[in-house]
């Protein structure tokens, strides 16, 4: 099997612009491939958001809070990563752990 060659920085917003252009299959095979390449490199947690942002618009709500579980893994700190959780939680009715992610994600970034 021969290695796979590194991605370049790009590809985590090429895949955001496929989303964005109603190519979800394309930015979930981006994303994929990033992972692949580098499961813990700095771009993973982006990746792990996007996949599960691209699962919640497809209406694939425990897709979604397993990739966005993994980002946040990967990114304690990323605010974003959290919201993105409770959104999803929200969807999935789980309104006490939704506002537990929102109000985690108010600590990290407060307005």
């Known amino acids: 099997m021969t290695a796979t060659p590194p991605l370049p920085i790009p590809t985590l ?3 955001a612009h496929h989303l964005l252009e109603n190519r979800p299959a394309e930015a979930e095979r981006l994303c994929r491939a990033l992972l692949e390449a580098a499961p813990l490199g700095p771009q993973a947690a982006g990746a792990w958001h996007l996949l599960g ?12 809070l397993l990739c966005l579980s993994q980002a946040v893994g990967l990114e304690p700190l990323g605010a974003h990563h959290r919201i993105g959780l409770a959104e999803t939680l929200r969807a999935l009715g789980r309104p006490d752990e939704a506002a537990a992610a929102f109000r985690c994600a108010a600590l990290l970034e407060p307005p």
Do not use: D, S, Y
């Open 53 to 64: 942002t691209i699962a919640q618009t497809v209406g694939k709500h425990e897709a979604a």
């Open 13 to 15: 917003r090429l895949a």
